[in-house]
């Protein structure tokens, strides 16, 4: 059951991603030049999309996947290209609607211009406006949700992990905000602008505090805590963590 600062965060996200930072995003996530920060920051979510990629299979033929905070669908397009059948989810309309514009041509195998030789087999997309938790979307076999609750708290972050793991059969793939020195004073930084003027804060989250609330989650449903690894690029630091199924 999410919970009510769960609740209040991803109001606070839908409204600034669909709204404030909408344009400076898909900016963010095309191909045009960027320069200092955001560069860096482009450079490090490229990686940890890479990092994430590299732990899913290379065939994902009559697999499942939930892209869980899909924003402009570039993992999602990934994964289909692989064989996956993919449900790409975002709390933002604009960010829905815009992965849907930036699908290539050969995941659409209505579109009368590609060859049949060009689209792939068993690969495709379903996009959907709303929150990642919803049980309808029933069960998968893997879930990645990359850069989509670093700004939760621990404790949110670990049951939509445990909700998400329920109805997962290999694994969940996710991404946090490590608690490190400069995270921290950024955070702290954060605070003194005024609400109305600043972004939802990422959380700095230690991972030995994640660890110990999610290994006993994991082993209670007799899976584990596999690989993890940390991308740090400029301004851009983000640890991946991956939850193993039984």
């Given at each position: 059951m999410p919970t009510a600062t769960y609740q209040h965060r991803k109001g606070q996200l839908e409204t600034y991603f669909d709204r404030t930072a909408f344009e400076a995003w898909a900016r963010m996530t095309s191909d045009v030049p960027l320069s200092?920060?955001?560069?860096?920051?482009?450079?490090?979510?490229?990686?940890?999309?890479?990092?994430?990629?590299?732990?899913l299979p290379a065939d994902?033929?009559?697999?499942?996947?939930?892209?869980?905070g899909c924003g402009t669908g570039a993992l999602a397009v990934e994964a289909a290209r692989r064989g996956a059948d993919v449900l790409?989810?975002?709390?933002?309309?604009?960010?829905?609607?815009?992965?849907?514009?930036?699908?290539?041509?050969?995941?659409?195998?209505?579109?009368?211009?590609?060859?049949?030789?060009?689209?792939?087999q068993g690969g495709r997309i379903e996009f959907h406006v709303g929150d990642m938790l919803n049980p309808d979307f029933?069960?998968?076999?893997?879930?990645?949700?990359?850069?989509?609750?670093?700004?939760?708290?621990?404790?949110?972050?670990?049951?939509?992990?445990?909700?998400?793991?329920?109805?997962?059969?290999?694994?969940?793939?996710?991404?946090?905000?490590?608690?490190?020195?400069?995270?921290?004073?950024?955070h702290a930084a954060g605070r003194m602008i005024p609400n109305s003027d600043r972004a939802p804060a990422i959380e700095p989250v230690s991972e030995h505090a994640l660890r110990r609330i999610l290994?006993?989650?994991?082993?209670?449903?007799?899976?584990?805590?596999?690989?993890?690894?940390?991308?740090?690029?400029g301004f851009y630091t983000s640890q991946a963590m991956e939850v193993l199924g039984a």
């Open positions: 200092g920060i955001r560069a860096t920051v482009r450079a490090g979510r490229d990686a940890m999309r890479q990092t994430l990629l590299d732990w994902m033929r009559g697999a499942r996947l939930l892209d869980a790409a989810v975002d709390i933002s309309p604009s960010l829905i609607r815009l992965a849907q514009e930036r699908i290539p041509p050969a995941l659409n195998a209505q579109d009368p211009q590609v060859g049949a030789d060009q689209r792939l029933g069960r998968f076999d893997y879930v990645v949700a990359m850069d989509s609750l670093i700004h939760y708290k621990a404790s949110d972050i670990a049951r939509v992990i445990n909700s998400l793991s329920d109805r997962t059969s290999s694994a969940v793939l996710f991404t946090f905000a490590p608690r490190t020195v400069l995270l921290s004073i950024m290994e006993p989650q994991a082993a209670l449903a007799g899976g584990r805590l596999g690989r993890t690894r940390r991308i740090a690029s």
